[in-house]
């Protein structure tokens, strides 16, 4: 019998040509408030080359989730909160995106701030069991560092917990000083930087704020025309999506009825001109303050002779994106043919297609890796690479890439290294000259 053989065919035409998922998560979308995540961006494969081996490597960690800071308590969360007590609105019920309100309470409380949540905590010892998997081969860590707020001494804590499985005396913690006579010697350099300040970008984020608040707030105002939302009430309302899920495990103000997606990427954006001004491209400052980490981190997996073989320390969320500025990463205008560096975060719409994000940058927990490893590999030279990881995704440097995985060949390296301590401003003369402080980060010489 003749059987054609487009029987086949219905199969095929059912199949969902057009059809697409979308999913968006606001966590992701969270900037300084956003629980530790790999973006995968780009998704190169974290696990070690093949035939290479990490023989050092040196993290710099911003400390795990906390309670509110004081600044974005002060500043958004508390004069929201307190508004919400005192407000004649009291038809949240019959809102439809605001409901909630009726019997929300907040989260955090003066005496909390700044403190790890026990969600952060979690967090920091499962950096210290991933870390101690991965390198599980390497000499165990004597030391780690920690600035010394207690948010980034219990996040320490909370990693050599994690990484030692409690047997917590097994590696000692040493706590430097958040000072700024310490110039360049601590893991705060931009403390004793007089032409540092933590109010740059402010005035770029709150020019795009304005934009993308606007019809927020003309529509919760038509919901609720007692409460007279402000661009700051707004601010705040996105930045305790985060805080709340940290602390309570989840929040109402993520829910995408309350805010959705593009209004979310509007969030982010104005955060993002935020931290380009002040810790990125946006400030030359920014790679002098980041280069004395990578520079000290260098010297460390250089120098085979030191015993230490992975170095981990702790600090706040303004270091890691300047060490990525000093490293080159995350560069809006790398492949652009130009160096336009204002030109490509405008302040009255969205980069929708910039590298500069600040929540795959800085995260609770974020952490940047220098991996040392030793290869053997295909079509590669025998010999030494070094590899960047954020949030343990791999980030080529964009002038070296010739190793395997994205990785660049030490010689290679170490000149790339050698070119940025050159061409960058030293530490007293980019912050005033005014001063002698240490200009160089020493901590690891031991
Ligand atoms: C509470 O609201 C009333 C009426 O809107 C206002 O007069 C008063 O100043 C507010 N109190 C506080 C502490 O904000
Ligand atoms: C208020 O709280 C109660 C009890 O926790 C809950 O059942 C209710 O759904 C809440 N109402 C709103 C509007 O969230
Ligand atoms: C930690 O420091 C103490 C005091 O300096 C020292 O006795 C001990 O050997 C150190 N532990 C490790 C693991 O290096
Ligand atoms: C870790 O050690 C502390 C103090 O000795 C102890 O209270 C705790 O239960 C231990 N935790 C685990 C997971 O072993
Ligand atoms: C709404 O808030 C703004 C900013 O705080 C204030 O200038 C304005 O007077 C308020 N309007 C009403 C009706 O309360
Ligand atoms: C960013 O990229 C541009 C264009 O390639 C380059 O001129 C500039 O030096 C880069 N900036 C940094 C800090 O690497
Ligand atoms: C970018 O903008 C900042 C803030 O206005 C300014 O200080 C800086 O000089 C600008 N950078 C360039 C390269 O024009
Ligand atoms: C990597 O380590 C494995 C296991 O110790 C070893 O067999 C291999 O030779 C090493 N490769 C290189 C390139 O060092
Ligand atoms: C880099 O490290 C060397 C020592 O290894 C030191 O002499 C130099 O001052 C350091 N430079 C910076 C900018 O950290």
Redesign the pocket.
Known sequence: MYLPNFLALPVLLAAPVLSSSYHFNPLDHSAGTAPYFTPHNPPLQPSTPQGCNVTRASYLVRHAAIYPNDFEYETYIEPFVKKLQNTSQHQ??STKAL??????TAPAEEHHLEKLTKFGLQEARSLGTTLHKRYAHLTAPARVWSSTAERTVKSAEGFITGFTDNHTKSINLTQVAESEKAGADSLTPYKGCSAYSSSYGSDQSSAFGKVYTKPIIARLNAEAPSFNFTQNDITGMFELCGYETVIRGSS?FCSLKLFSPDEWLGYEYANDLMYFHNTGYGRELSSTLGLPWVNASIAALRDESLPQELYVSFTHREVPPMVLTALGLYNNSAYSGANNVNGTMPEDRINYNRAWKSSEILPFLTNIAIEKMSCESYGYDEGDYYRILNNAGPQPLVDCRDGPGGSCSKDNFHDFVKERLESTVGYNEACGGDSDYPTSLTLYEV
């Open positions: 949240w019920q409901a909630f309100l009726s019997n929300w109402p």
